[in-house]
């Protein structure tokens, strides 16, 4: 099963290679890429990772930790930043990690009318 799953970001760009989205498949291929390069499906590491791909990679892994899973309890948003700061250097690209939490830290504290 692990095999299937980690097919996905290759099925992702075979499908967006012939939509309207196109130029953004080499990003949803390198979605699953590390910073230190123990990602996959290409293994590339830190800036030969696409920018797009790293900055999905954060908003994808925090939405993820902040979501329930069936075989999990979702984080709190501050456990999530928690992990995203374990993760800088590692996983995540350090310098976006650290912009991100910022981002999320300030839309916190901002009085935001919509």
């Known amino acids: 099963m ?4 980690n097919q996905h970001p290759e099925i992702g760009k075979k499908i967006l ?3 309207a989205f196109k130029e953004s498949a080499p990003w949803i291929h390198a979605h699953h ?5 123990d990602g ?3 293994g590339l590491k830190s800036e030969a990772i696409p920018l ?3 900055m ?3 908003c994808d892994s925090f939405d993820a930790m902040i979501s329930d899973r069936p075989y999990r309890e979702s984080l709190s948003r501050e456990e999530a930043i928690d992990e995203i700061r374990q993760g800088a250097g590692t996983q995540f690209d350090p310098e976006l990690a650290e912009r991100f939490i910022e981002m999320l830290v300030q839309r916190k504290t901002a009085k935001v009318s919509v």
């Open 2 to 5: 692990t095999t299937e799953i």
């Open 17 to 19: 290679s012939q939509a």
């Open 33 to 37: 890429e590390r910073w230190d390069g």
């Open 40 to 42: 996959y499906p290409d």
């Open 52 to 54: 797009e791909a790293r």
């Open 56 to 58: 999905m990679t954060l």
